[in-house]
């Protein structure tokens, strides 16, 4: 069954379906639900159906693309990539339940972007070609470029030609990387290119032209000035697809590129990633801590709170080669990856409870607010909720895979550890300030005592990130043994010296 | 005494078929004109099709088989996979002109009878030119095409504009033919011989040949002549006029049909003639590729009039078409056919939309002409948008794969630093394709009534058609690619 297969090009041509018979806004929006519906429910076999007994890609697919270049049509996932596919999925739901009211203008385009873009995220976790992986990788911008340029903000069209122009530049040096590749190896399979004989320096080069790819996407201090613009910018679904998503391919890349093709380049310069994740967490937790627009102040956080995430990836590196203890390796790939899926869950909801009061007061500053705990009980309630999953309260998912990259981090540098255990305390103190200042205290002006709570499109958004952000925090178990086997091999394979 | 090989072979003729059918029908039809009526112009413009469309199925048919050539007239006229490729796409192209101007050029009181048969005979010398078997048949070919553009230029002739850009076109048209048959003089003074394929095997280039310093100053002046014909910079000059003076079909014509024809000069006269100077050849053109990327995209940037930007882009991109010509090997001249055939099949829809959106006395030639026209015809904004992102190279895109191909040719070639320079401007380049976007998607239109469309069905359809071939060659362009490995007999 070709189930992967289905997953892309479903959304794909849902998007085709939608522009063309939805010229009526009510119709293309049922359309479109129903397209995200069916692909949520399509992508939950991938995980019951998932083998977690090796870690040989599963659900595979291949067809000859160009033969000339050996270039495949070539699909296959293991746990790491179902768990970011059932997340797209999961949130492309959500996002079109959440655009039902605030998007009235051009209905069917902004409904088949988002569908468009669902269906090109899945590819890129499916792809085992690195061609079709750029391709897909590459294409998704198109369709975020037109959400945030036509529904955006008022500074949109700067802030899209940046995001536009910024992600392009970092991936076209990728691409003269995988093109090197080629040239070794004759194919673009990302197994042979793992498998590729490459000297030190070469490693390096093509560690360098990987990491200006993906450190942007993340994005990783210094080239993450994208992001606030392009956050604040966007519509809300934008954002929330751009935070729980976009972000997470940067460091998905890093996982299926740079380690296992570069790893000896990895290790090399793994205190260069490491220290640049280490400013993203103390540095831009205090940008963020000074934000005065909501948007741009969950921006800066994700930033934070990706820093994480590249933090456990190449810390695993350190503790393998250097102190040969692959399971505390394991624990922070393990743990950048909850981390990645808990910031889907948590900065898609953040988003979606900014989008909830921007729809009611058009401001997404935080001194227009004030006591909105008073008007909207409910939404306050859910809105602390998922505050407390950024600063990683424990029981929330935001407290696990912090604390396992925390925990692999102390095996190798205590040092480390106690600098990311930081963002702890910065985390907490721009998070509870906002919402000290918005949803607490004395209603603010007479426009917040107006605001009238959620209606029950929002629950339903609301409430579901609220179930995922809870069930990583409880019960993360299903969700590691799923990773677990790709985990494992990933650790096993840093193992192995290539030069 | 009779030379044996001087005898004439009327078989030859066969080989010479599609040719002599375009001849024959370009003829006619410029009988049949005669006796045509303003009003009855359309028949003119079915029968020119149909000589296309003739010409056509005479190359597919009678086409040689693969890997295999075919000479005629002693070597002077050549049959093989490469040519074939270069005038289906010709022909196609000056038929996609044909469709496209059609309305345009009506409206323009400019649907006369020599705008089709200056198209035809341009046409017939582009394919003289592409199976240019020796130095004449490629002056022949190249004359007939650029006189007949001369003409074609200059065809509004009450527009000063039009004017200006046709006696600039002319002016340094003319010089590049003089400088190309200088350099075509020393090579046959230092060889004795016209023949490309002779010229290729007795041209001695080693350090002790007496006839070094002739063959290097002709190879200089077939480079020149070349870059000018294609417009790579610093022979860009005349480009920017001419593609903004010229009635917008015509700067299709030229912009596309025309750069085929002038790749396949190109090959004929470097690769077929001046193989042995590869080195040295590869590194003036690596010189002039980087040259015309920088140059091209910085000035477009700059650019208000869109096809004064498409000029300046079209230098990017024969900057890019130059770089498959470093590699030097068939899996780089193949690279850069896919390319050139890339470009002009999305510089078809781009000129193609501006005539769509042309009206009479109104040239929508202003990039601001495109403001919001998402909300006047999304479909047409569409397929605009496709161009766009396929001229930047987006995947997943038809564009994205053209350049890829070349990258991986000049990678190949072990040329890295040509490589960035191309990514680099590759990214200057994505501002100005993204900025029509953004006023096609982003901008409020100036009025905000639906597009009003030419009535012209065909001109819609194929206009449609060729966008949505940009996004279909994006998925599925391994059958072109394979084909243009095999019209240079590359191995993939």
Same mark, same amino acid.
């Given at each position: 069954?070709?189930?992967?297969?289905?997953?892309?090009?479903?959304?794909?041509?849902?998007?085709?379906?939608?522009?063309?018979?939805?010229?009526?806004?009510?119709?293309?929006?049922?359309?479109?639900?129903?397209?995200?519906?069916?692909?949520?429910?399509?992508?939950?076999?991938?995980?019951?159906?998932?083998?977690?007994?090796?870690?040989?890609?599963?659900?595979?697919?291949?067809?000859?693309?160009?033969?000339?270049?050996? /270039?495949?049509?070539?699909?296959?996932?293991?746990?790491?990539?179902?768990?970011?596919?059932?997340?797209?999925?999961?949130?492309?739901?959500?996002?079109?339940?959440?655009?039902?009211?605030?998007?009235?203008?051009?209905?069917?385009?902004?409904?088949?972007?988002?569908?468009?873009?669902?269906?090109?995220?899945?590819?890129?976790?499916?792809?085992?070609?690195?061609?079709?992986?750029?391709?897909?990788?590459?294409?998704?911008?198109?369709?975020?470029?037109?959400?945030?340029?036509?529904?955006?903000? =008022?500074?949109?069209?700067?802030?899209?030609?940046?995001?536009?122009?910024?992600?392009?530049?970092?991936?076209?040096?990728?691409?003269?990387?995988?093109?090197?590749?080629?040239?070794?190896?004759?194919?673009?399979?990302?197994?042979?290119?793992?498998?590729?004989?490459?000297?030190?320096?070469?490693?390096?080069?093509?560690?360098?032209?990987?990491?200006?790819?993906?450190?942007?996407?993340?994005?990783?201090?210094?080239?993450?000035?994208?992001?606030?613009?392009?956050?604040?910018?966007? =519509?809300?679904?934008?954002?929330?697809?751009?935070?729980?998503?976009?972000?997470?391919?940067?460091?998905?890349?890093?996982?299926?590129?740079?380690?296992?093709?570069?790893?000896?380049?990895?290790?090399?310069?793994?205190?260069?990633?490491?220290?640049?994740?280490?400013?993203?967490?103390?540095?831009?937790?205090?940008?963020?801590?000074?934000?005065?627009?909501?948007?741009?102040?969950? /921006?800066?956080?994700?930033?934070?709170?990706?820093?994480?995430?590249?933090?456990?990836?190449?810390?695993?590196?350190?503790?393998?080669?250097?102190?040969?203890?692959?399971?505390?390796?394991?624990?922070?790939?393990?743990?950048?990856?909850?981390?990645?899926?808990?910031?889907?869950?948590?900065?898609?909801?953040?988003?979606?409870?900014?989008?909830?009061?921007?729809?009611?007061?058009?401001?997404?500053?935080?001194?227009?607010?004030?006591?909105?705990?008073?008007?909207?009980?409910?939404?306050?309630?859910?809105?602390?909720?998922?505050?407390?999953?950024?600063?990683?309260? =424990?029981?929330?998912?935001?407290?696990?895979?912090?604390?396992?990259?925390?925990?692999?981090?102390?095996?190798?540098? =205590?040092?480390?550890?106690?600098?990311?255990?930081?963002?702890?305390?910065?985390?907490?103190?721009?998070?509870?300030?906002?919402?000290?200042?918005?949803?607490?205290?004395?209603?603010?002006?007479?426009?917040?005592?107006?605001?009238?709570?959620?209606? /029950?499109?929002?629950?339903?958004?609301?409430?579901?990130?609220?179930?995922?952000?809870?069930?990583?925090?409880?019960?993360?178990?299903?969700?590691?043994?799923?990773?677990?086997?790709?985990?494992?091999?990933?650790?096993?394979?840093?193992?192995?010296?290539?030069? | 005494?009779?030379?044996?090989e001087s005898t004439f072979n009327p078989s030859d003729l066969w080989t010479l078929l599609p040719e002599l059918f375009l001849l024959g029908a370009t003829c006619a039809i410029l009988l049949i004109d005669l006796f045509l009526k303003p009003s009855q112009r359309d028949i003119t413009h079915l029968l020119s099709l149909l000589a296309l469309l003739g010409a056509g199925v005479l190359v597919w048919t009678g086409a040689p088989a693969v890997g295999q050539g075919v000479a005629a007239f002693n070597?002077?006229?050549?049959?093989?996979?490469?040519?074939?490729?270069?005038?289906?796409?010709?022909?196609?192209?000056?038929?996609?002109?044909?469709?496209?101007?059609?309305?345009?050029?009506?409206?323009?009181?400019?649907?006369?009878?020599?705008?089709?048969?200056?198209?035809?005979?341009?046409?017939?010398?582009?394919?003289?030119?592409?199976?240019?078997?020796?130095?004449?048949?490629?002056?022949? $070919?190249?004359?007939?095409?650029?006189?007949?553009?001369?003409?074609?230029?200059?065809?509004?002739?009450?527009?000063?504009?039009?004017?200006?850009?046709?006696?600039?076109?002319?002016?340094?048209?003319?010089?590049?033919?003089?400088?190309?048959?200088?350099?075509?003089?020393?090579?046959?003074?230092?060889?004795?011989?016209?023949?490309?394929?002779?010229?290729?095997?007795?041209?001695?280039?080693?350090?002790?040949?007496?006839?070094?310093?002739?063959?290097?100053?002709?190879?200089?002046?077939?480079?020149?002549?070349?870059?000018?014909?294609?417009?790579?910079?610093?022979?860009?000059?005349?480009?920017?006029?001419?593609?903004?003076?010229?009635?917008?079909?015509?700067?299709?014509?030229?912009?596309?049909?025309?750069?085929?024809?002038?790749?396949?000069?190109?090959?004929?006269?470097?690769?077929?003639?001046?193989?042995?100077?590869?080195?040295?050849?590869?590194?003036?053109?690596?010189?002039?590729?980087?040259?015309?990327?920088?140059?091209?995209?910085?000035?477009?940037?700059?650019?208000?009039?869109?096809?004064?930007?498409?000029?300046?882009?079209?230098?990017?991109?024969? $900057?890019?078409?130059?770089?498959?010509?470093?590699?030097?090997?068939?899996?780089?001249?193949?690279?850069?056919?896919?390319?050139?055939?890339?470009?002009?099949?999305?510089?078809?829809?781009?000129?193609?939309?501006?005539?769509?959106?042309?009206?009479?006395?109104?040239?929508?030639?202003?990039?601001?002409?495109?403001?919001?026209?998402?909300?006047?015809?999304?479909?047409?904004?569409?397929?605009?948008?496709?161009?766009?992102?396929?001229?930047?190279?987006?995947?997943?895109?038809?564009?994205?794969?053209?350049?890829?191909?070349?990258?991986?040719?000049?990678?190949?070639?072990?040329?890295?630093?040509?490589?960035?320079?191309?990514?680099?401007?590759?990214?200057?380049?994505?501002?100005?394709y993204l900025r029509v976007v953004k006023v096609m998607y982003f901008d409020a239109p100036q009025d905000d009534t639906p597009l009003a469309l030419p009535g012209d069905r065909a001109f819609r359809w194929v206009l449609s058609a060729n966008g949505l071939a940009l996004l279909a060659l994006g998925i599925g362009w391994s059958p072109l690619l394979e084909w243009c490995y095999r019209a240079f007999g590359a191995q993939g």
């Amino acid at each position: 069954m070709h189930l992967l297969s289905l997953l892309i090009w479903l959304p794909i041509l849902g998007a085709v379906a939608v522009l063309a018979f939805g010229r009526q806004a009510n119709t293309a929006r049922w359309l479109s639900l129903a397209v995200a519906l069916a692909t949520f429910a399509l992508s939950i076999p991938l995980w019951t159906g998932y083998v977690p007994a090796g870690p040989a890609m599963q659900f595979v697919e291949q067809l000859a693309w160009i033969p000339a270049l050996k /270039a495949n049509y070539a699909l296959g996932v293991d746990g790491i990539a179902i768990a970011l596919i059932v997340l797209t999925t999961f949130t492309s739901v959500l996002v079109v339940i959440g655009s039902w009211g605030p998007i009235d203008n051009r209905v069917s385009q902004y409904m088949a972007s988002m569908l468009a873009l669902e269906g090109l995220l899945v590819g890129v976790f499916a792809a085992t070609d690195a061609l079709l992986f750029y391709v897909f990788f590459e294409g998704m911008l198109i369709p975020m470029f037109i959400i945030i340029g036509i529904w955006g903000g =008022p500074r949109r069209v700067y802030a899209t030609l940046k995001f536009f122009i910024y992600t392009f530049l970092g991936s076209i040096f990728m691409l003269v990387g995988l093109i090197y590749l080629h040239m070794k190896t004759g194919e673009f399979s990302l197994a042979a290119f793992a498998h590729a004989p490459l000297s030190t320096r070469e490693q390096a080069w093509l560690f360098f032209a990987f990491l200006a790819g993906f450190a942007i996407k993340v994005p990783m201090w210094p080239v993450h000035t994208w992001l606030p613009d392009a956050h604040v910018e966007a =519509p809300t679904g934008g954002s929330v697809i751009l935070a729980a998503i976009m972000l997470k391919v940067g460091g998905y890349g890093f996982i299926r590129f740079s380690l296992p093709i570069t790893p000896d380049a990895s290790q090399e310069y793994a205190w260069l990633v490491i220290a640049l994740s280490l400013i993203a967490v103390i540095y831009i937790g205090y940008v963020a801590l000074v934000q005065e627009d909501m948007k741009k102040l969950i /921006a800066y956080s994700s930033v934070a709170h990706m820093g994480f995430v590249t933090l456990g990836i190449f810390i695993a590196l350190a503790l393998v080669r250097v102190d040969g203890n692959p399971d505390g390796a394991r624990l922070g790939i393990q743990g950048a990856m909850v981390q990645m899926i808990s910031h889907g869950f948590v900065s898609g909801a953040l988003f979606s409870c900014i989008g909830v009061m921007y729809d009611r007061l058009h401001t997404r500053m935080i001194k227009d607010y004030g006591g909105v705990a008073n008007s909207m009980p409910w939404f306050a309630a859910f809105a602390v909720l998922f505050a407390m999953a950024n600063c990683g309260l =424990p029981g929330t998912s935001g407290f696990v895979g912090e604390f396992m990259v925390i925990l692999s981090a102390f095996q190798t540098s =205590p040092l480390v550890a106690l600098l990311a255990a930081f963002t702890l305390i910065i985390s907490a103190a721009y998070t509870l300030w906002l919402v000290k200042r918005v949803i607490f205290g004395e209603v603010g002006n007479d426009k917040v005592a107006k605001m009238k709570d959620l209606d /029950a499109r929002e629950w339903i958004v609301l409430g579901a990130f609220a179930l995922g952000v809870l069930a990583v925090g409880i019960y993360p178990k299903p969700l590691t043994d799923l990773m677990e086997p790709a985990v494992l091999q990933i650790v096993q394979q840093l193992g192995l010296a290539k030069a | 005494m009779i030379m044996p090989e001087s005898t004439f072979n009327p078989s030859d003729l066969w080989t010479l078929l599609p040719e002599l059918f375009l001849l024959g029908a370009t003829c006619a039809i410029l009988l049949i004109d005669l006796f045509l009526k303003p009003s009855q112009r359309d028949i003119t413009h079915l029968l020119s099709l149909l000589a296309l469309l003739g010409a056509g199925v005479l190359v597919w048919t009678g086409a040689p088989a693969v890997g295999q050539g075919v000479a005629a007239f002693n070597g002077m006229f050549l049959r093989d996979g490469m040519a074939t490729v270069l005038k289906l796409f010709v022909l196609l192209m000056t038929g996609l002109v044909a469709v496209y101007g059609r309305g345009y050029m009506r409206e323009r009181k400019l649907q006369v009878g020599e705008f089709y048969l200056l198209l035809l005979f341009a046409t017939l010398g582009m394919m003289l030119l592409v199976s240019a078997g020796s130095l004449v048949t490629v002056y022949v $070919g190249l004359e007939l095409l650029t006189l007949s553009s001369y003409a074609l230029v200059a065809l509004n002739r009450d527009s000063s504009i039009s004017s200006e850009a046709a006696i600039k076109y002319f002016v340094l048209g003319a010089m590049a033919s003089g400088l190309l048959l200088y350099g075509m003089s020393m090579i046959y003074g230092a060889t004795g011989t016209l023949d490309l394929a002779k010229i290729h095997a007795i041209a001695d280039f080693s350090a002790n040949s007496p006839h070094r310093t002739l063959l290097a100053f002709g190879l200089v002046f077939l480079v020149v002549g070349i870059g000018f014909k294609l417009g790579a910079a610093p022979f860009h000059m005349w480009l920017p006029d001419v593609y903004q003076g010229a009635p917008t079909a015509i700067t299709l014509f030229i912009g596309s049909s025309s750069k085929l024809a002038a790749f396949g000069m190109t090959y004929r006269l470097l690769e077929g003639a001046m193989g042995g100077m590869q080195p040295h050849w590869t590194l003036m053109l690596g010189v002039l590729a980087a040259l015309s990327l920088a140059i091209g995209n910085v000035f477009a940037i700059a650019q208000s009039n869109l096809k004064r930007m498409l000029a300046y882009s079209t230098i990017s991109h024969v $900057g890019f078409l130059l770089l498959g010509f470093v590699n030097g090997t068939a899996v780089g001249y193949a690279a850069a056919m896919f390319y050139t055939i890339s470009y002009v099949l999305m510089a078809g829809v781009a000129f193609g939309m501006i005539m769509l959106l042309a009206r009479a006395g109104f040239e929508a030639e202003e990039i601001d002409d495109f403001k919001g026209l998402n909300r006047r015809n999304p479909w047409y904004a569409g397929v605009m948008a496709l161009a766009m992102f396929s001229l930047a190279g987006v995947p997943p895109l038809f564009g994205f794969f053209a350049k890829l191909m070349v990258l991986k040719a000049v990678i190949d070639a072990g040329q890295m630093w040509l490589a960035i320079v191309a990514i680099v401007f590759a990214i200057v380049g994505l501002y100005y394709y993204l900025r029509v976007v953004k006023v096609m998607y982003f901008d409020a239109p100036q009025d905000d009534t639906p597009l009003a469309l030419p009535g012209d069905r065909a001109f819609r359809w194929v206009l449609s058609a060729n966008g949505l071939a940009l996004l279909a060659l994006g998925i599925g362009w391994s059958p072109l690619l394979e084909w243009c490995y095999r019209a240079f007999g590359a191995q993939g």
